[in-house]
């Protein structure tokens, strides 16, 4: 079994063909993140960094 108890947020992406979608959230459960990304490498390296 996996101890998850160190990991502070969980992520999910949805890797699609116009966009992306990522969503996070904690062990509690709570959305910390849910957007819409672009699915290009420059315009996601636009994006600024998470806890920025």
């Given at each position: 079994m996996?101890?998850?108890?160190d990991?502070?947020?969980f ?26 990304l ?8 636009e994006l600024p960094?998470?806890g920025?």
């Amino acid at each position: 079994m996996i101890d998850t108890g160190d990991i502070d947020v969980f992520l999910g992406l949805d890797v699609g063909k116009g966009e992306h979608h990522a969503t996070a959230v904690t062990p509690a459960g709570k959305k910390a993140f849910d957007k819409r990304l672009p699915n290009t490498e420059p315009k996601l390296r636009e994006l600024p960094e998470a806890g920025s």
